[in-house]
């Protein structure tokens, strides 16, 4: 069972940071990789990034390489994703996601949290 929380979205301008965090209720966490994707208006959703629990593993899409950072704090249960030098093309609902170790789909995930880029 697996619930999923993000916050820290909101309207920032061109350029500034910011760290999107995911609160999570997982009672195996090694059982579990966990994900960030997004969906810009008009498009499709769209792979960010991902990692295990450990943070021994991470994968970002090209498009963000660089400029994105998904990280971990066990002791809060929380994964973040922390965005560099924003972009009005980053603008879209940012989702966390879950998906089991031996399932090829994210089965799990949060409400979605926007982040709206002005230049």
């Known amino acids: 069972q697996v619930q999923l929380v993000e916050s820290g979205g909101g309207l920032v301008q061109a350029g500034d940071s910011l760290t999107l965090s995911c609160a999570a209720s997982?009672?195996?966490?090694?059982?579990?990789?966990m994900g960030w994707f997004r969906q810009a208006p008009g498009k499709e959703r769209e792979f960010v990034a991902s990692?295990?629990?450990?943070?021994?593993?991470?994968s970002y899409a090209d498009s963000v390489k660089g400029r994105f950072t998904i990280s971990s704090d066990r002791a809060k249960n929380t994964v973040y994703l922390i965005i560099n030098t924003l972009k009005p093309e980053d603008t879209a609902v940012y989702y966390c996601?879950?998906?089991?170790?031996?399932?090829?789909?994210?089965?799990?995930w949060g409400q979605g949290a926007q982040v709206t880029v002005s230049s």
């Open positions: 996601a879950a998906r089991r170790i031996n399932q090829p789909s994210y089965d799990f």
């Open positions: 997982i009672r195996t966490f090694s059982a579990y990789f």
């Open positions: 990692m295990n629990w450990s943070g021994s593993r991470t």
